[in-house]
């Protein structure tokens, strides 16, 4: 079982180690093309975009690998490392500074990954059955919470980082908890192969690609009615990490989480909003740039 869990958390390593890299080369793709720089030269590099742009679209592969051998919330607990490798490529490669807040949120990052690697091995989350009318009536609440909030924000223009930001990074999460759900009994093609025989757990496994598709759209919509990068940034890592604990707790019979994993994750979400928290926010950042940071 601890062999599992290891695999699980070095997959869930490898999907945000890829994404931050992939992130980071395709802003500095984006600030090559951006200086005025002559066509020739601005042609020296499109390389570095478009494997920025190859790496991005892998992502999926360690996310349906990390949540074949561990839980959602095993896979997600380790997504903060994955804004180290950003800072020090931002740092050696871009040439941007680091700030001592987010030195500090990448010690904390790193000690609170490392205390819910440790845990986890120890003693691995129970894997119990699905307990489905806990997860249908959560779905429905979520839904009717999340529409409310998104309604209130677009309309009034109040909350809108926070707001997008923790509603796109929820269902990031809850991206990771149904890829998990439709992996759980079955391999990648007969996941979908379920689908065509209506079977609930292909169904929600279908489903996963639509939410982690939502996220990613709702954080464009935030950023287009002028959400604040330093706000809404963290708040999506963090919901991201978090979600995927609680959705477990309620919908997997039998589970529970230790006083240990939840100091662990309280440090780690910590670590993720000092990283981010502190940028400046007079900072405007084109569509695309944005994107980096997610």
């Known amino acids: 079982m601890a062999e599992i869990i290891v695999l699980g958390l070095l997959f869930g390593i490898f999907n945000t180690m890829v994404l931050h890299l ?31 742009f190859a790496l991005n679209n892998t992502v999926v592969i360690w996310q349906i690998l990390g949540t074949t051998f561990a839980s959602a919330t095993v896979f997600s607990s380790v997504f903060g490392l994955g804004l180290i490798l950003l800072m020090l490529y931002s740092y050696y490669i871009l040439h941007e500074e680091i700030k001592t807040p987010e030195l500090i949120g990448a010690i904390l ?89 209506l079977e609930v757990l292909s169904i929600i496994f279908v489903i996963s690609f639509f939410l982690g598709l939502l996220a990613l759209t709702l954080t464009q919509i935030g950023f287009a ?48 909003f000092l990283m981010n928290i502190f940028k400046k926010s007079e900072e405007k950042l084109s569509t695309e740039e944005i994107n980096d940071l997610i």
């Open 22 to 52: 992939a992130k980071a080369m395709e802003r500095h793709g984006i600030e090559i093309f951006s200086r005025k720089k002559s066509f020739k030269e601005k042609g020296k590099k499109p390389l570095i975009y478009i494997i920025g």
């Open 225 to 272: 009615k002028g959400a604040d990068a330093s706000r809404l940034v963290p708040m999506y890592n963090s919901l991201y990490i978090a979600a995927p604990v609680i959705f477990e707790l309620i919908i997997v019979e039998g589970a529970t989480i230790s006083i240990g994993i939840i100091l662990s994750l309280i440090i780690i979400i910590m670590g993720v």
């Open 109 to 197: 990052i790193v000690i609170g990954t490392t205390m819910v690697g440790f845990l986890y091995i120890i003693k691995p989350p129970e894997t119990g059955v699905i307990n489905y009318p806990n997860f249908f009536i959560l779905l429905i609440i979520i839904s009717i919470i999340f529409t409310l909030l998104i309604s209130f924000s677009w309309k009034t223009k109040i909350g809108i980082a926070f707001i997008f930001g923790a509603v796109a990074g929820t269902l990031g999460g809850m991206d990771n908890v149904f890829k998990r759900m439709g992996l759980t009994s079955s391999n990648f093609i007969e996941a979908f192969a379920g689908v065509f025989r």
